[in-house]
């Protein structure tokens, strides 16, 4: 088929609340990026091409959705993506679990509030500002979402792959090849034989964060408890068996153990592993039975040092899977009223 | 009254979009950050040690600011390896950030990701589309020096109290060195073509570059003190204060409509946000930073200010072509401190780490950000969990006066009696500069 004739995929992306680093992302592909236009068109991308809403057609194939939800616009846009969008993809920890912004919904709600605006009705030709939601939410929350590309932001090689795979789907062997040797091995399988993967995958590894970390593990005691900026082994041993509370355990892999690979804890931007209903309990439990001790006041002591457990073990996931504080996922009946109306 | 919303504008972060109420009289433009910035509902409760990784949710700046403002919370120096390595972060994410408003400006004439450019954009060894190329593969390798550096690009995790965590491998060495010379190459070539076609013909920016923001105060860091330099709309120094005062001389006014609040000097108080710059606005950034008119310590980049100053005048500049020669000035210095920086001595040494003893209770830091003076302000309690932080972020302290280079953008292009898309392109090509 000759190339002019194609019909290029529709590809949207957006960022709601958050930063720009998942867009920067995908702008950052380095050459990649200039293949970007030779098998996708990019329709709606207000960051890059400044597509007013008016413009986003109703036939968007795959749209990119970063960010966290935390105003009436955010939910808009959101809704309004997928209603218009074949494919929702939440791309980032902010869309997938929540991430950073979902930290404000542990903060004391008695608690002055920082420098807020005050909702005014716009007048005297002030125009309003999107209000907040009561909470941040991550996307899945809102709308429901096809698949989730994590990480803060998420790793080059696998955003990459992602989109190749998403886009480039039945067209291309040369791309899908490429994108299915970065893939874990079910989502290349499916996207290797010309389907797409079920429904809510989560584009990264099989296995633990522990899995992949490079670090040595020798025996698992946990008979101190430090903090990150306590004296510590930076490189050769696991940094849970010395004492840091390290999340590699509980996440998901799919970063090749980036952040323990240069001497800091993993605080679990990919999510929970696959089988783990909440990766605080999962930590807790995972620290607790490897006390080295099994007399109460040693264990007392061990568990006093433990500071912010809550803000540490979902760091990027409060929103979305803290069990006690999570809201349910999204119905696929939630509408739009930008497009309703 | 008529009213036109631009939503959203290009190339904005925190996003951005502005609205223009025509009422008879001159236009009103009001340009609103549209995502809130909860910094201290996230960061308070947290132990202390994790706000450099928390904070770079608003910029990879932020992480090296916080690990600077927890060395002085815990009462510690970090060796000299860890200073250069986080000082060498720091001029990546320059080169990167520079460079990649370059690449905006480029991509500002077509979609970057259109198929078929027009044919003049493509010829001849300048052509558009090879150059965004290059730059594009830059900015790759910018990042690439980042994330050696700093572990990941964005959201860097290896700068922490009293130095940092990675030690470089003889590879990292040998790339980080290769990056440099590379980047500096680069900037030199894509200076000339910056002043031969863009700069001097106004190529893309066209009658953008006129537009002026001035005459506006400006903050930026003294080079060699732990101290802040303010200075009026001359250029002239009105006051220099050590940065541990930044509060007590910024305040932050709300607006009903942002979700962003407006820095002004504490001094001349805030008066509302007006068509024109008021009294107690000030900005930052790369422009803030050349304002005071003094030399620069690499030669390249002096190189630059002087062609700047015998182009445009004398420093202070506003307008918009300085605030894009501004970003090449420190593109090359960038590029310069990088390559003297990237030696194996400088960023090698028996210790990374100075480990603290005790948490301490406050700290605080300021740091000159790619996109200008950023500051935080932490205190603890004594577990060292996080009870109050204040920060100062670029999009709070140059709120103000975006609004005031999105006013005259509007008003420039309607005195010329140009559309609303053209008026939106002016805009944006405008705002990027600063």
Not at chain 1, 253 to 263: D, F, I, K, N, P
Not at chain 2, 52 to 77: M, T
């Given at each position: 088929?000759?190339?002019?004739?194609?019909?290029?995929?529709?590809?949207?992306?957006?960022?709601?609340?958050?930063?720009?680093?998942?867009?920067?992302?995908?702008?950052?592909?380095?050459?990649?990026?200039?293949?970007?236009?030779?098998?996708?068109?990019?329709?709606?991308?207000?960051?890059?091409?400044?597509?007013?809403?008016?413009?986003?057609?109703?036939?968007?194939?795959?749209?990119?959705?970063?960010?966290?939800?935390?105003?009436?616009?955010?939910?808009?846009?959101?809704?309004?993506?997928?209603?218009?969008?074949?494919?929702?993809?939440?791309?980032?920890?902010?869309?997938?679990?929540?991430?950073?912004?979902?930290?404000?919904?542990?903060?004391?709600?008695?608690?002055?509030?920082e420098a807020a605006p005050t909702?005014?009705?716009?007048?005297d030709g002030k125009p309003?500002v999107?209000?907040?939601?009561?909470?941040?939410?991550?996307?899945?929350?809102?709308?429901?979402?096809?698949?989730?590309?994590?990480?803060?932001?998420?790793?080059?090689?696998?955003?990459?792959?992602?989109?190749?795979?998403?886009?480039?789907?039945?067209?291309?062997?040369?791309?899908?090849?490429?994108?299915?040797?970065?893939?874990?091995?079910?989502?290349?399988?499916?996207?290797?034989?010309?389907?797409?993967?079920?429904?809510?995958?989560?584009?990264?590894?099989?296995?633990?964060?522990?899995?992949?970390?490079?670090?040595?593990?020798?025996?698992?005691?946990?008979?101190?408890?430090?903090?990150?900026?306590?004296?510590?082994?930076?490189?050769?041993?696991?940094?849970?068996?010395?004492?840091?509370?390290?999340?590699?355990?509980?996440?998901?892999?799919?970063?090749?153990?980036?952040?323990?690979?240069?001497?800091?804890?993993?605080?679990?931007?990919?999510?929970?592993?696959?089988?783990?209903?909440?990766?605080?309990?999962?930590?807790?439990?995972?620290?607790?039975?490897?006390?080295?001790?099994?007399?109460?006041?040693?264990?007392?002591?061990?568990?006093?040092?433990?500071?912010?457990?809550?803000?540490?073990?979902?760091?990027?996931?409060?929103?979305?899977?803290?069990?006690?504080?999570?809201?349910?996922?999204?119905?696929?009946?939630?509408?739009?009223?930008?497009?309703?109306? | 009254?008529?009213?036109?919303?631009f939503?959203?504008l290009?190339w904005r972060d925190p996003?951005a979009r502005a609205t223009v109420t025509?009422?008879?009289g001159p236009p009103r433009v009001r340009l609103q950050m549209t995502?809130?910035r909860?910094v201290?509902?996230?960061?308070?409760?947290?132990?202390?040690?994790?706000?450099?990784?928390?904070?770079?949710?608003l910029s990879?700046?932020?992480?090296?600011?916080?690990?600077?403002?927890?060395?002085?919370?815990?009462?510690?120096?970090?060796?000299?390896?860890?200073?250069?390595?986080?000082?060498?972060?720091?001029?990546?994410?320059?080169?990167?950030?520079?460079?990649?408003?370059?690449?905006?400006?480029?991509?500002?004439?077509?979609?970057?990701?259109?198929?078929?450019?027009?044919?003049?954009?493509?010829?001849?060894?300048?052509?558009?589309?090879?150059?965004?190329?290059?730059?594009?593969?830059?900015?790759?390798?910018?990042?690439?020096?980042?994330?050696?550096?700093?572990?990941?690009?964005?959201?860097?995790?290896?700068?922490?109290?009293?130095?940092?965590?990675?030690?470089?491998?003889?590879?990292?060495?040998?790339?980080?060195?290769?990056?440099?010379?590379?980047?500096?190459?680069?900037?030199?070539?894509?200076?000339?073509?910056?002043?031969?076609?863009?700069?001097?013909?106004?190529?893309?920016?066209?009658?953008v570059r006129e537009i002026d923001a001035g005459p506006v105060s400006s903050l930026a860091l003294a080079?060699?003190?732990?101290s802040v330099v303010l200075r009026d709309g001359r250029g002239a120094e009105v006051e220099r204060f050590?940065s541990?005062a930044l509060f007590d001389k910024v305040g932050l006014a709300q607006e009903s409509w942002s979700h962003v609040p407006f820095a002004v000097l504490e001094a001349k108080g805030s008066q509302g946000q007006g068509a024109a710059p008021a009294e107690g606005l000030f900005f930052v950034g790369p422009l803030a930073r050349l304002n005071g008119g003094?030399?620069?310590?690499?030669?390249?980049?002096?190189?630059?200010?002087?062609?700047?100053?015998?182009?445009l005048g004398p420093f202070p500049r506003f307008e918009v072509v300085a605030g894009y020669w501004a970003l090449?000035?420190?593109?090359?210095?960038?590029?310069?401190?990088?390559?003297?920086?990237?030696?194996?001595?400088?960023?090698?040494?028996?210790?990374?780490?100075?480990?603290?003893?005790?948490?301490?209770?406050?700290?605080?830091?300021a740091i000159e950000s790619p996109q200008g003076l950023i500051y935080q302000h932490?205190?603890?309690?004594?577990?060292?969990?996080?009870?109050?932080?204040r920060v100062l972020d670029t999009a709070t302290a140059n709120n103000a006066l975006f609004g005031i280079v999105a006013q005259r953008a509007v008003e420039t292009s309607?005195?010329?009696?140009?559309?609303?898309?053209?008026?939106?392109?002016r805009m944006e090509l405008a705002l990027l500069a600063y």
């Amino acid at each position: 088929m000759n190339r002019g004739d194609r019909q290029k995929k529709k590809l949207a992306v957006y960022t709601a609340t958050g930063c720009r680093a998942c867009e920067q992302g995908i702008l950052d592909l380095n050459y990649e990026v200039n293949e970007l236009g030779r098998f996708a068109d990019p329709v709606f991308w207000p960051y890059v091409l400044g597509t007013p809403w008016e413009a986003l057609p109703g036939d968007v194939d795959v749209a990119l959705f970063a960010g966290a939800i935390r105003t009436a616009a955010d939910r808009e846009a959101a809704l309004s993506l997928r209603e218009k969008s074949q494919l929702l993809v939440a791309v980032g920890a902010c869309a997938a679990f929540g991430g950073l912004p979902g930290l404000a919904n542990l903060a004391d709600s008695a608690a002055p509030a920082e420098a807020a605006p005050t909702m005014d009705a716009p007048d005297d030709g002030k125009p309003a500002v999107p209000a907040l939601e009561p909470e941040a939410m991550c996307l899945s929350q809102v709308v429901p979402v096809d698949y989730f590309v994590p990480g803060c932001p998420p790793t080059q090689n696998l955003l990459w792959a992602a989109v190749l795979a998403l886009v480039c789907r039945g067209e291309s062997p040369s791309r899908l090849s490429y994108a299915a040797a970065r893939l874990p091995e079910p989502i290349a399988e499916a996207i290797a034989s010309g389907v797409l993967p079920p429904r809510g995958t989560i584009f990264a590894g099989e296995k633990a964060v522990c899995g992949s970390c490079s670090r040595v593990k020798e025996e698992k005691k946990f008979g101190t408890c430090k903090r990150p900026y306590e004296a510590y082994q930076e490189t050769g041993r696991c940094l849970l068996e010395q004492g840091l509370v390290c999340q590699g355990v509980a996440t998901q892999e799919g970063c090749g153990g980036l952040c323990t690979g240069v001497g800091v804890p993993c605080r679990g931007c990919f999510g929970k592993a696959p089988a783990i209903f909440d990766p605080g309990a999962k930590m807790v439990a995972a620290i607790s039975s490897t006390f080295d001790s099994a007399k109460a006041e040693e264990i007392a002591g061990l568990v006093d040092g433990f500071v912010d457990l809550a803000g540490t073990l979902y760091r990027y996931s409060v929103p979305a899977q803290c069990s006690l504080l999570a809201a349910p996922a999204a119905t696929p009946d939630q509408g739009c009223d930008r497009c309703r109306g | 009254m008529s009213r036109v919303t631009f939503d959203s504008l290009r190339w904005r972060d925190p996003p951005a979009r502005a609205t223009v109420t025509v009422d008879g009289g001159p236009p009103r433009v009001r340009l609103q950050m549209t995502t809130p910035r909860e910094v201290a509902a996230m960061c308070v409760g947290r132990p202390v040690e994790e706000l450099p990784r928390i904070l770079s949710i608003l910029s990879p700046a932020h992480h090296l600011c916080a690990a600077k403002a927890l060395d002085r919370l815990f009462g510690i120096d970090p060796p000299p390896a860890a200073k250069n390595t986080r000082e060498a972060l720091r001029l990546a994410l320059v080169f990167r950030h520079h460079l990649r408003k370059f690449h905006f400006l480029a991509s500002s004439v077509e979609s970057p990701f259109a198929e078929f450019w027009p044919e003049g954009a493509r010829r001849g060894p300048h052509g558009l589309r090879p150059l965004l190329e290059d730059v594009m593969r830059h900015v790759s390798l910018a990042q690439e020096a980042a994330a050696i550096l700093g572990g990941r690009a964005d959201h860097p995790v290896t700068a922490v109290a009293g130095g940092v965590t990675r030690a470089l491998k003889q590879e990292h060495h040998v790339r980080l060195a290769e990056i440099a010379v590379a980047c500096r190459t680069f900037a030199e070539r894509l200076g000339a073509y910056l002043r031969d076609r863009i700069f001097s013909l106004g190529e893309i920016l066209g009658d953008v570059r006129e537009i002026d923001a001035g005459p506006v105060s400006s903050l930026a860091l003294a080079p060699d003190a732990d101290s802040v330099v303010l200075r009026d709309g001359r250029g002239a120094e009105v006051e220099r204060f050590a940065s541990a005062a930044l509060f007590d001389k910024v305040g932050l006014a709300q607006e009903s409509w942002s979700h962003v609040p407006f820095a002004v000097l504490e001094a001349k108080g805030s008066q509302g946000q007006g068509a024109a710059p008021a009294e107690g606005l000030f900005f930052v950034g790369p422009l803030a930073r050349l304002n005071g008119g003094e030399p620069l310590a690499t030669p390249l980049a002096e190189s630059e200010r002087k062609r700047l100053v015998e182009a445009l005048g004398p420093f202070p500049r506003f307008e918009v072509v300085a605030g894009y020669w501004a970003l090449l000035i420190e593109l090359l210095s960038a590029a310069e401190g990088l390559v003297a920086l990237c030696e194996v001595e400088k960023l090698t040494g028996p210790a990374l780490r100075t480990i603290p003893k005790a948490p301490g209770r406050e700290g605080h830091a300021a740091i000159e950000s790619p996109q200008g003076l950023i500051y935080q302000h932490f205190r603890a309690d004594e577990r060292g969990v996080v009870e109050e932080v204040r920060v100062l972020d670029t999009a709070t302290a140059n709120n103000a006066l975006f609004g005031i280079v999105a006013q005259r953008a509007v008003e420039t292009s309607l005195a010329r009696e140009q559309g609303w898309d053209e008026t939106k392109k002016r805009m944006e090509l405008a705002l990027l500069a600063y």
